[in-house]
């Protein structure tokens, strides 16, 4: 085999495994799967074990891998974070139990634990007290996420005792908190995450550590790095002794001396992961004893006591019957491949996003075709490759439209944007998802009016747009199918209600591009009613913290159409409440008191609490401070309450602020 020849294929691999890295470990998004990054590092070990003098020390090979991304201080581990060789198959298992053997002899426990898809970190206690936690980085060098780790529930600040010690856990988002972010983002317009993992990386390494907060992640830990002045026989050991400090750990599925035992344990675990509310990419088998794990010794890379075994995403095949485009609350125009259906992870699957554009154009899926399927995360279909040599020579390109499949208007793509958007202003398919979006909880909270209701409004043509909902009568929405007086009275009662839902409210069921429910609750404080907000310019948005430049183009954008400006007009005439809370107010009792909610409350929500206070002139914050009037303290209160005792800052009992403000 020519020398040179190996030396420029290894050369491109690692070229490209680096790119990966860099997409995987510091922007959060990986360009492909895990399998093909497995099967691009595998073939580069190969190529290194036959020509061993080609190996580099820079090579993917000799390190970790990832880097710091600079956004975060960099922090240095105590422990090298090393990464664990994979094991693809059942021989692969069994050539690590045989390796394992020939250094120990037949006297081995094998520890089997999940080995959960998230982000590596390691967590410094220092005398009990959370100090310090850190990203895997390189291996070497993290990144400290401390702030953002201490917004994780299941992380204990404090300790049950007062050990200094450091873990090393997986943190991960659940299936169900990923499922409603990506709902989330969808109704604000915003890309939706491609899977779990993916999100837990991009909440953790958020700068702003409320967002991280409101992400619902989580965290088991699986390794004891290091307890001062104390030790174990075992692994397990390790493991029992870190649940009584009150530490998170990882579900151990097995303990066996047989590696056969552990392969049944694997199997029986692959065919039942889609049923966990987390995501598992894997297992994890390790030696027990902790002597013997030194012993074994490590790698520069790798531990020699411990393997991950890997499992092959689940994968059909199936045939593409009709590529669709659907028309999203925002205009944006999305294909969805429909195909024959398959089973995939517990459940039966016929259709998946083709996402934009140039992803059809990217992987060249043609109708017809046959193709490959996956769910992403153990959760969302996607089509993985057309596999092309199986073409026939009829399967046909798909062109997205120019035109509106639902209204017929021309469609556009911006600068900056994979997304095609319709440029009608009255799309139907648009019309629809808006009311929906403008009813729903989080905007005006019509309760009752639902899409089922929204969708036969339209068709008896009662309403056409958002504004059409304030004037319909008890009379109207009688007359709709499976609607009775009673139930007409009460959404009546509701769509009445709603005028007073509040500005941050309002903007936020505007449905204006790129504005979610947190950039509608900084306009509204900032500017404090309606007209301003629409008023504003590049400038002045600018001006208000967090508010880039794709969110002021997109107001002055949205209040430049003159029917969407008329749309505001049309709620205000009809009595929809324009101003931001504080210019609405009757009582003013709580004027000047400063609040702070701390723990779960069991009559209100937070942000119920929170209207509540500002309705009557009080001000909510996050921090205790001197200038703290009361810190109203519910279930499972966390370092608030010690901050205002330290502070003597006066505490009210759910019943006590219940009292104060009157209800």
Known sequence: MNIEKVKTEIDELRQRIRQHDYR???????????????????????????????????????????????????????????????????????DFDRRTRNVLGNNIQYVTEYKIDGLSVAILYQDGVLSRAATRGNGRVGEDVTVNVRTIRSIPLKLNEPYTLEVRGEVFMPRDAFIALNEEREVAGKPIFANPRNAAAGSLRQLDSAITASRLLDICIFNVQMIKDLTFAKHTDYMEFARGLGIKTTPIIEISSSIEQTIIACNACKEKRHLLPYDIDGLVIKVNDTMQREELGATNKSPRWAIAFKFQAEQAETIVRDIIVQVGRTGALTPTAIFEPVHLGGSVVSRATLHNEGNIKQKDIRLGDRIVVQKAGDIIPEVIEAIKHLRMGDEKEFIMPSNCPSCGAKTIKTDGEAVIRCTGNACPAQIKRLIEHFASRDAMNIDGLGPAIITQLIETGLISDVSDIYQLKIADVARLDRMGEKSASNIINAINTSKTAGLSKLIFALGIHLVGSKVAQLFAKHFGHMRNLMSADHSALLLIDGIGNGIAESVITYFSEKQNVSLVERLENAGVVMGYERETLHDKSLEGEIFVLTGTLSNYTREQATRLIEFRGGTVTNNVTKMTSFVVVGQNAGSKLSKAYSLNIPLLSETEFITMIGK
């Open 24 to 94: 995987y470990y510091v922007l959060d998004n990986p360009s492909i799967s895990d399998k093909e990054y497995d099967d691009l590092m595998l073939k580069l070990i190969e190529l290194e074990s036959l020509f061993p003098e080609l190996v580099s020390n820079d090579s993917p090979t000799q390190r970790v891998g990832g880097i710091s991304s600079g956004r975060f201080k960099s922090a240095e581990h105590s422990a090298a974070m090393l990464s664990l060789t994979n094991a693809m198959n059942e021989a692969d298992l069994r």
